[in-house]
């Protein structure tokens, strides 16, 4: 059974940061592209970024370039999201998901971001 | 960066019958290689992650009911339900995975009348 579980959300202040991770089990991590997709209260999907299976190439939401670093690592199955210089617009539910290719198949259960003070 | 447009915003429909969603895509999302579009469609229920229902735009996932069905013609697609049932009730979603950034259009939700 495809897991992907996310950890290391929580409360943070404005200005702070924050490194988000994914564990995946269940399939072949090496295999698949990997996204954070991130959704507010109450709002709708708001993809975030991608990288490659071999990390060579990543692409994030222009508004987020710059603050937002994914990375993974294929030998702990792992995949992660550093987010600093945190604003309260950044408060959301954060999922790691992924695919074969920019298809996502696979989502985890997301973790909550609250930036707040 | 393509845009998606969805219509309705919501929806109510009665059980047992059609629901139909559509979207709008700013650019073509046709490959030249595979003829296909890269379009997809989520459902999402309260509380929980979305979950992939159709793939290139017509392509039903494994294990979806086959109440649900994707079309396309040019840049507008469509997700139709052919007859509502209860746990149908949730927001939609189309994205787009031809280029990046990757995008979702902004969702249709879906209730019981």
Redesign the interface.
């Known amino acids: 059974e495809v897991q992907l579980v996310e950890s290391g959300g929580g409360l943070v202040q404005p200005g702070g940061s924050l490194r988000l991770s994914c564990a995946a089990s269940g399939f072949t991590f090496s295999t698949y592209w990997m ?1 954070w997709v991130r959704q507010a209260p109450g709002k ?4 975030v970024a ?1 990288i490659k299976q071999d990390g060579s190439e990543k ?4 508004s987020l370039r710059g603050r937002f670093t994914i990375s993974r690592d294929n030998a702990k199955n792992s995949l992660y999201l550093q987010m600093n210089s945190l604003r309260p617009e950044d408060t959301a539910v954060y ?1 790691c ?1 992924g695919g074969p ?5 696979q ?4 973790t909550l971001v609250t930036v707040s003070s | 960066d393509i845009v998606l447009t969805q219509s309705p915003d919501s929806l109510a429909v009665s059980l047992g019958e059609r629901a139909t969603i559509n979207c709008r895509s700013s650019q073509s999302l046709l490959s030249n290689s595979n003829k296909k579009n890269f379009l997809a469609w989520y459902r999402q229920k309260p509380g929980q992650p979305p979950k992939l229902l159709v793939s290139w735009a017509s392509a039903r996932e494994s294990g979806v009911p086959d109440r649900f069905s994707g079309s396309e013609s040019g840049t507008d697609f469509t997700l139709t339900i052919s007859s509502l049932q209860a746990e149908d009730v949730a927001v939609y979603y189309c994205q787009q995975y031809y280029s990046a950034p990757l995008t979702f259009g902004p969702g249709t939700k879906v209730g019981i009348k």
């Open positions: 996204n709708g999907l708001e993809w991608i692409y994030y939401v222009d999922y998901a290719g920019f298809l996502i198949d989502w985890g259960q997301g």
